[in-house]
């Protein structure tokens, strides 16, 4: 338990605020989750911050570098499968190591690390979350020639206009406040020509919003991931199109995942092996026990076990989300800016 709250220089992660700090954060969260979606928009900062300075030790410790999910084929590892999901967005973009590199919400660098890593391209990652952005420095030492980071806002880029050749967004915009507002942002520092690819957290058709345990699941993996709303797939594709956008690819790669391995198999527990231990609903209950125990000893924070909670609340709930098909983490899609070379 020392590693996931060990003391830091810098950054607001859980084991950087004071052990008073940390409740009051946990509750003004929690909050949030009672209010209305406008004012969790309007808050969106806080909603962010909250979580990832709550969750990502927690994440780091259960899930790795990479915070996204992946489809699996047939006898692939979790982690080769998140590395191909990472890596086909490369392909797709047709990245090469002339290429200038926009990461949408970059998370703590794994992406980036394996992307600079296999196209020599050179990044830069934006995250709101500066805790996150130490750790993502980290992550990239081998790579740090080819890798920037700006700790800011995605929907206001404090870059030029169109100085990427291409940009992409794994499972980080479905934090925004406004879909259309940050693909124009993304829109204007894209050159003409330049392409635009991510994974977004999507309602399927499936979804009914008269169905109340459709609207439980919806809501809880929204408080469990910090989430202000949710779009459905077809939002997405619009927002994309009216912030100028051509859309060459959309489609929802869950079902494409092996049967045995769909997405949310990794919050299952079905394939035990000790590297996926922390992920499963048993790791899960471990570390929220240890937790508690920690709390009572006072060697973690106390409000520690409650983010565990809500972290576990929602991994249910995305599984529920999975197994009833409301719910996809992973709609893709592939955009371009006009105005290339190419028209
Ligand atoms: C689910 S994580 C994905 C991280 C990364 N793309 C990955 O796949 O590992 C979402 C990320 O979006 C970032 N984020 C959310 N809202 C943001 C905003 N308004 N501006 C910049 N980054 C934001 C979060 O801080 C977090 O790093």
């Not at 991994?315 to 409301?326: F, M, P, S, Y």
Request: charged share 25%; aromatic share 10%; net charge negative.
């Amino acid at each position: 338990m020392s590693r996931l709250f060990a003391r830091r220089s810098s950054g607001r992660s859980v084991g950087d605020l004071d052990p008073d700090e940390v409740k009051p954060v946990v509750d003004d969260y929690a909050e949030l989750f009672d209010g209305s979606v406008e004012e969790r928009k309007d808050r969106y900062h806080s909603v962010v911050n909250h979580y990832y300075n709550l969750a990502t030790d927690f994440y780091e410790f259960g899930w790795g570098r990479s915070f996204h999910f992946a489809p699996r084929r047939r006898g692939e590892s979790f982690g080769d499968a998140i590395l191909r999901h990472e890596l086909f967005l490369a392909e797709r973009l047709d990245l090469t190591s002339d290429m200038q590199v926009l990461d949408v919400g970059c998370g703590v660098g794994g992406p980036m690390a394996n992307l600079a890593r296999h196209t020599g391209a050179s990044f830069v990652g934006i995250n709101l979350n500066e805790y996150q952005i130490e750790r993502a420095k980290r992550h990239t030492r081998d790579v740090q020639t080819q890798c920037r980071f700006i700790h800011g806002d995605y929907m206001q880029v404090p870059e030029g206009d169109e100085s990427f050749d291409a940009a992409f967004n794994i499972e980080a915009t479905p934090h925004a406040p406004d879909k259309t507002a940050v693909f124009r942002e993304i829109f204007r520092v894209l050159r003409p020509g330049g392409k635009f690819a991510g994974y977004e957290w999507c309602l399927t058709d499936a979804f009914d919003s008269a169905n109340a345990e459709h609207m439980r699941i919806k809501q809880r993996v929204m408080k469990g991931n910090g989430l202000p709303d949710i779009s459905h797939t077809s939002e997405v594709s619009e927002a994309l199109i009216e912030a100028g956008f051509e859309l060459v690819e959309v489609r929802d790669l869950a079902p494409e995942a092996d049967p045995e391995t769909p997405w949310y198999r990794a919050l299952q527990g079905r394939d035990l092996s000790l590297a996926s231990v922390p992920r499963t609903p048993i790791g899960r209950a471990l570390t929220n026990l240890a937790l508690r125990i920690g709390e009572g000893l006072r060697i973690v924070p106390e409000g520690a076990r409650e983010i565990s909670s809500v972290l576990n609340a929602g991994a249910d709930a995305l599984v529920e989300g999975g197994e009833t098909g409301v719910f996809t983490p992973m709609f893709y899609y592939l955009a371009i800016k006009p105005g290339g070379s190419d028209d």
